[in-house]
């Protein structure tokens, strides 16, 4: 039998991360060659990601990383099966390197094909399932350029990236935490597929209507059933009509017409923000900003001043 040094031991287990046993006992198969031994672990890596494949993977960590010059970001989720080696220190290492490597490519599969120690990247997951024992991936990879990126990580649960026009380190952080934390899925209602927004609109009035039937049983109040849930959909026929409709109630209220003036641009305010759900839901710029609710996104955007959104990516564990 070959005597392993404990030097040796502690050279390969720096290089894998494998416990000091395991290292060992790859080191005394090897027979002292410590490329071989790598392969063994490596190997062992591979036979328990067999027997894992069909886990899911739905814990780990999302990491944000942005260059030097904040003009690219990249956003990953390493993924594991478990809480608790998602908060593992080792774990959380490896996952930021990772995100350092995987600010160099543009898509995940030319990352998980790059050299990562010897190995490629997918090799190195490999490997780490065999020593964690768990099933180890990249669950999403999303890359982000702009003139200046910002980027917010939320226990790494969530991590976001945002585009802007210009640099700005307040209005991205504050942006980034606005997506991390709102989940916005498009920039703006325009980005919206009409088809989309038309069968959206079905399906929620259909929600609304079958609720309202139960709460007319118990004699509740009824939910008011919008019409429209779309900026996209409120065209100047749309609002002249409501502005309309809003004169006439207010003059079938008795209300002075020389007072209307100050009383309208609140009701066309409710009747906007009652038919549009759907943006404030899942349109970045149309959303409420979290630190101000009494104005948008785009509002905030606005007062910075010449500063626009040009883009933004967000990743989350599940």
């Not at 060992?24 to 031994?37: H, M, P, Q, W």
């Not at 350029?145 to 307040?170: C, D, M, Q, T």
Request: glycine share 6%.
């Amino acid at each position: 039998m070959v005597k392993i040094a404990a030097a040796e031991v502690n050279k390969l287990r720096k290089a894998t991360g494998a416990g000091m046993m395991d290292c060992k006992k790859a080191l005394v198969e090897a027979e002292g060659d410590f490329d071989k031994a790598v392969e063994v672990l490596r190997k062992k890596g591979q036979k328990v990601a067999a027997k894992r494949a069909d886990r899911e993977s739905s814990e780990g960590a999302a990491i944000a990383k942005v260059n030097a010059d904040n003009t690219v970001g990249v956003a990953i989720v390493l993924g594991c099966e478990t809480d608790f080696v998602g908060k593992n220190e080792n774990f959380l290492s490896l996952a930021n390197q990772l995100a350092d490597q995987a600010i160099n490519f543009d898509n995940k599969e030319d990352f998980l094909a790059s050299d990562f120690g010897g190995m490629t990247v997918a090799e190195k997951l490999i490997e780490q399932t065999g020593v964690i024992g768990e099933k180890l991936e990249i669950n999403a990879f999303e890359k982000l350029e702009a003139p200046y990126v910002g980027s917010y990580v939320h226990i790494n649960k969530i991590a976001a990236l945002v585009g802007l026009s210009a640099k700005n380190e307040e209005v991205g952080k504050d942006v980034a935490m606005q997506i991390a934390s709102m989940g916005a899925t498009t920039l703006s209602y325009k980005d919206f597929d009409p088809a989309f927004v038309a069968s959206e609109t079905e399906a929620r009035i259909a929600v609304i209507e079958k609720d309202n039937e139960e709460l007319g049983r118990l004699g509740k109040t009824l939910k008011n059933v919008p019409q429209y849930i779309s900026m996209s959909q409120l065209s100047e026929e749309v609002l002249a009509k409501a502005e309309a409709d809003a004169k006439a109630e207010l003059q079938a209220e008795g209300k002075p017409e020389k007072i209307w003036d100050k009383i309208l641009p609140g009701k066309m305010e409710r009747f906007i923000s009652d038919n549009t759900t759907l943006d404030q839901e899942q349109c970045l710029l149309d959303q409420n900003f979290i630190k101000d609710e009494k104005k948008s996104v785009a509002d905030y955007v606005a007062s910075a001043g010449d500063l626009s959104v040009t883009s933004f990516k967000r990743v989350a564990l599940g």
